[in-house]
């Protein structure tokens, strides 16, 4: 994982704003939820009251959207991730693969 995402992790865990680069993670106390941002885009909400990551690729599936949503699915639910196989996304978790779908929700 890189340093980028580390900081990223940690002020999502930590409920806190931090940005660097393309990468922007935003908390929002009223709805207790830590937003992420690429490029401008919103490409994971985390919701700390339900234990829910909602996930998308905002039609960008680039190799560094992948990149920080593995991220953030590492380190709230180890068993899941995101990969490509013939151009196709996947989202594989310890219930199995089903194809990546822009909003799908993760429990951990």
């Not at 980028?4 to 002020?11: I, T, Y």
């Not at 660097?20 to 106390?29: A, L, P, W």
């Not at 593995?70 to 380190?75: E, H, P």
Request: glycine share 6%; net charge positive; proline share 2%.
């Amino acid at each position: 994982m890189r340093k980028l995402e580390r900081q990223m992790n940690f002020a999502i865990s930590n409920k806190g704003n931090w940005s660097s680069s393309n990468t922007r993670v935003e908390f929002n106390d009223s709805t207790n939820c830590s937003n992420v941002f690429l490029h401008g885009h919103n490409i994971a909400t985390v919701d700390h009251a339900t234990n829910a990551v909602k996930v998308s690729s905002c039609g960008w599936q680039t190799v560094t959207t992948k990149s920080r949503l593995n991220a953030i699915l590492n380190d709230v639910n180890p068993s899941c991730g995101v990969y490509q196989k013939d151009w196709t996304w996947y989202l594989n978790d310890k219930l199995g693969t089903v194809p990546f779908t822009s909003g799908v929700e993760v429990n951990y």
